[in-house]
């Protein structure tokens, strides 16, 4: 018996006849189409029409999604700890050259002593 759900932006579903878990990423009634994400990554439109022959059961997002939103945030942290890491560099950097001006200091000093 086939569960007749209509599509929410945002909801998990199950097709049941092929055991796949998808979310839905955009409905466009204008066009009457249905924008879907498999768990494997794979996008792809819905009609309606097919849309309602599924045989659908509500679901939960699998384990282990990551949706663009929370990569991008990922990236994006990653790109923080990227920069915080050139700071560090950069300033190890003007250390050294602190140390090679002390040493330039010493070697004409040795020279005045002659």
Same mark, same amino acid.
């Given at each position: 018996?086939?569960?007749?759900?209509?599509?929410?932006?945002?909801?998990?579903? /199950?097709?049941?006849?092929?055991? /796949?878990?998808?979310?839905?990423?955009?409905?466009?009634?204008?066009?009457?189409?249905?924008?879907?994400?498999?768990?494997?990554?794979?996008?792809?439109?819905?009609?309606?029409?097919?849309?309602?022959?599924?045989?659908?059961?509500?679901?939960?997002?699998? /384990?282990?999604?990551?949706?663009? +939103?929370?990569?991008?945030?990922?990236?994006?942290?990653?790109?923080?700890?990227?920069?915080?890491?050139?700071?560090?560099?950069? +300033?190890?950097?003007?250390?050294?050259?602190?140390? +090679?001006?002390?040493? +330039?200091?010493?070697?004409?000093?040795?020279?005045?002593?002659?």
């Amino acid at each position: 018996m086939a569960r007749d759900y209509d599509p929410v932006q945002g909801k998990w579903y /199950e097709d049941l006849e092929e055991n /796949e878990v998808f979310k839905v990423l955009s409905v466009d009634p204008d066009q009457e189409l249905v924008e879907v994400q498999y768990e494997n990554g794979d996008i792809e439109e819905i009609d309606l029409d097919t849309w309602h022959e599924l045989d659908l059961e509500l679901s939960q997002e699998p /384990e282990g999604w990551a949706s663009d +939103d929370e990569e991008e945030e990922e990236e994006d942290e990653e790109d923080d700890e990227d920069e915080d890491d050139w700071d560090e560099d950069d +300033d190890d950097w003007d250390d050294d050259e602190d140390e +090679d001006l002390d040493d +330039d200091d010493d070697d004409y000093n040795d020279r005045d002593d002659a």
